[in-house]
């Protein structure tokens, strides 16, 4: 038996500009899922379902849907879990946000995550508190992140760049070679 489980609205990675919807669109593409319905056998379901009953309401449009309608941090690994059918997989990657604590402590989890993905990229911190990074950033090889740097929005920066410190870069180009120091620029193209 398999039934569907349709994800509404969760959390990859802080982004408070954002809306729900458009969270869980930026974390199914950085997990490489195309799909926010989704087939899992009625074990998984039932995981789903009674790991977080405060999180999940009972569709009425289709027999046997679970609709999370709830914020929740699905980590990358998280969400492939949902998809295979991984029911440790999904108790360890699926957070559910139910005040600010949890939210303050998903927000920790998610932006550690963003950043160990620039790292693996060749990107470099010198200390990673203080900083924010948009999961949809892409960051070029060699670039270095100081302290106090927010960078928000679809930003796509460039090469061996110097970002902060102190800067807020938000939706924004740069190419190779760019330094942001002490600054704040917005939907700009820097060459």
């Known amino acids: 038996m398999t039934v569907a489980i349709k ?8 982004a408070p500009e954002l809306s729900l919807y458009e969270l869980a669109a930026v974390a199914f593409t950085a997990a490489g899922i195309d799909s926010f319905s989704l087939c899992c056998p009625h074990e998984i379901f039932q995981t789903v379902k009674s790991a977080f009953p405060d999180n999940c309401i ?31 997989g999904i108790l360890k990657g699926c957070i559910p946000i139910t005040d600010a604590c949890s939210l303050f402590e998903a927000q920790k989890i998610a932006s550690l995550a963003t950043i160990e993905e620039h ?19 892409s960051i070029g090889a060699g670039s ?24 807020v870069i938000d939706s924004c ?5 760019v330094t942001v120091n002490h600054s ?8």
Do not use: E, H
């Open 7 to 14: 994800i509404d609205s969760f959390m990859l990675s802080p």
């Open 119 to 137: 790292l693996k990229n060749g990107v470099r911190f010198w200390d990673s508190a203080g900083v924010y990074i948009d999961p949809r950033t």
């Open 58 to 88: 009972r569709s009425d449009t289709l027999q046997g849907d679970i609709v999370i309608d709830k914020p929740m941090l699905i980590t990358k690994a998280g969400a492939r879990a949902l998809i295979n059918g991984d029911r440790a």
């Open 173 to 177: 180009t740069l190419a190779d070679n």
């Open 184 to 191: 704040q620029i917005n939907f700009s193209t820097i060459g």
């Open 144 to 167: 270095v992140v100081l302290p106090g740097t927010i960078i928000k929005g679809c930003c796509s920066i460039g090469q061996n760049c110097t970002l902060g410190p102190n800067s």
